[in-house]
């Protein structure tokens, strides 16, 4: 994470009154890490979709535009950072193009962030008119988040194999000029699992899903020195098991961390310390083939069985282990364990800063998950469309019992007590 002292986000994306997605999810994050972030709400709803009902409103475009100027006007637009979400329209995303383009024209230092928010699991939940909106903007972004549908949708290619995925990180990285690409929420199917790696392929009887960074050589200075020159990009993944449940805003919790820790300086595993030496509490870096440690005091979910799954089956989702803090020692210092392997082992800032963030996600989602099981049954009953549909509260109950934890999870946050595992690099990934 770059020094956050004089550091500025500018963040676009939706706003609920109640709960935790969109900015909701972003903001307070951001906050705690030091940032001072500039807020600007895409939708004001009362709550998130996920409830079945929510009432609200969109800005448009001229609203949008009407925001900008005045913070042109009143010389108050000066972001060092980027990060744009859910944005309902192609008139609104046009206007939220049009200020990205200008702000790296004066700024071309700025890091931008852009999550291409559109849709999951093979389902479009924006009009495909912003399709084209979003490509254009692709080239503007220092990095971009994209689920596995969205990276489908934004390529037009269908992630069938490793031909295919190479094919679509190829597209980005060539085509549309993107730097750092990381893809969440990969589904680990047969063809993947089989090509994984050893390093990063996990436990056959357990349900995985997959995150993958790529960097490609213009991402920094050092990024090309272990990747052969044939390669587009140095490639990075983690499996991880499948926590099942709903949990909304996970997304936009992740993609806000993966901006705070995106540092365009740290290059390699040994720079990890000067990579979150902002973040002092940011505690353990170890490899991720290290054995899982014994849980920490932090609050961790009682050994029953999972929560019972929606058909809404969060796609990131990711299962760490917290690292216990030895009691002689303050949570405050940043411990590095490397073994030889993975200290020569090459880390891009891209794959650094989404090490950090998953590790943060997971730790949120524990806290979340732990409290939703203490809750009465009423509120941990499993999704059923005939129940939900005769008696609405159902629904509403449910979903307030799965939103996340932020506030109580802010020494989480800041790192205290948290475990990073460090992404492996995918050897062999070009070919």
């Known amino acids: 994470m770059a020094s956050a002292a004089a550091e500025r986000v500018l963040s676009i994306q939706s706003h609920v009154v109640y709960g935790y997605v969109g900015g909701k999810a972003a903001v307070f994050p951001l906050q705690c890490l030091g940032f001072d972030v500039d807020v600007v709400n895409t939708v004001h709803f009362s709550n998130h979709a996920g409830y079945g009902r929510a009432g609200g409103t969109k800005a448009g475009a001229a609203e949008l535009n009407a925001i900008f100027e005045s913070m042109d006007w009143n010389e108050l637009m000066a972001p060092t950072r980027l990060l744009t979400g859910y944005v309902p329209g192609a008139e609104g995303l046009s206007a939220v193009a049009g200020l990205a383009r200008k702000l790296k024209e004066e700024r071309p230092e700025i890091i931008y962030l852009l999550d291409p928010v ?9 009009a495909a008119d912003v399709i084209p909106i979003y490509r254009e903007m692709l080239p503007l972004a220092t990095l971009i988040a994209p689920n596995w549908f969205e990276v489908e949708t934004l390529t037009q290619i269908q992630l069938k194999d490793l031909p295919s995925l190479q094919q679509a990180l190829k597209v980005l990285h060539e085509q549309y000029r993107v730097p750092n690409v990381v893809i969440t929420s990969i ?11 050893p390093g990063i392929q996990p436990p056959a009887d357990e349900e995985h899903l997959l995150c993958i960074t790529s960097a490609s050589p213009s991402s920094s200075s050092s990024s090309s020195a ?5 390669d587009i990009s140095t490639v990075h993944a983690l499996s991880v098991p499948l926590i099942q449940g709903y949990f909304s805003g996970v997304g936009d919790l992740f993609s806000a961390l993966l901006l705070a820790h995106f540092d365009p300086i740290a290059a390699t595993i040994g720079d990890a310390a000067a990579a979150a030496h902002e973040d002092p509490a940011s505690s353990l ?5 290290a054995p899982s440690p014994a849980p920490s005091p932090s609050p961790s979910p009682p050994p029953s069985p999972p929560l019972p799954a929606s058909e809404e089956t969060l796609a990131l989702q990711i299962q760490l282990e917290p690292q216990p803090q030895p009691q002689h020692e303050p949570q405050t210092q940043l411990q590095l364990q490397l073994n030889h392997h993975h200290h020569r082992a090459h880390q891009t800032p891209v794959s650094l800063a989404a090490a950090h963030a998953l590790a943060k996600t997971h730790h949120v989602l524990l806290l979340t998950d732990a409290h939703a099981r ?27 019992g799965r939103e996340l934890r932020l506030v109580q999870s802010l020494d989480v946050l800041r790192g205290q007590g948290v475990r990073v595992r460090a992404l492996n690099a995918w050897s062999g990934f070009w070919g």
């Open 285 to 289: 870096f170890a490899p991720s083939s």
């Open 118 to 126: 559109m849709g999951d699991a093979g389902r479009l939940y924006v």
């Open 226 to 230: 272990s990747a052969p020159s044939s």
């Open 187 to 197: 589904p680990l199917q047969q063809w993947l699992y089989d090509v994984l790696p």
């Open 374 to 400: 203490t809750l009465p049954e009423p509120e941990r009953l499993p999704t059923d469309d005939e129940e939900d549909t005769a008696e609405p509260l159902r629904r509403t109950r449910r979903m307030k």
